[in-house]
Nanobody
């Protein structure tokens, strides 16, 4: 069983930055096959934002590519999502997840955090 706790959400003006943290317990993140960040805005479908596989490249949604960076700190058992040049359309609840990849390379989430709200508004 993996527990995930997100933090770092808040309100920021367009063009600003935020860093989300996801502290894991119950398992070392280095032994988890894949971890991802999702987001869900009101009235919109859930969106896969970034997926990280140990020893492999991180994949990003086109909507955040070049602005968001997902990273891991194995010593702290924590993953991060650095968000720069934020836009109003980035407003959503952001969820940290842990899971794996299908043989075809599609990510599936098994464990979810409670989510943290990010609001981008002037």
């Amino acid at each position: 069983q993996v527990q995930l706790v997100e933090s770092g959400g808040g309100s920021v003006q367009p063009g600003g930055s935020l860093t989300l943290s996801c502290a894991a317990s119950g398992s070392s993140i280095s032994s988890i096959n894949a971890m991802s960040w999702y987001r869900q805005a009101p009235g919109k479908e859930r969106e896969l934002v970034a997926t990280s596989v140990p020893g492999d490249t991180t994949n990003y949604a086109d909507s955040v590519k070049g602005r968001f960076t997902m990273s891991r700190d194995n010593a702290k058992n924590t993953v991060y999502l650095q968000m720069n040049r934020l836009k109003p359309e980035d407003t959503a609840v952001y969820f940290c997840t842990a899971g794996g990849l299908t043989p075809g390379g599609v990510y599936f989430a098994v464990y979810w955090g409670q989510g943290t709200q990010v609001t981008v508004s002037s």
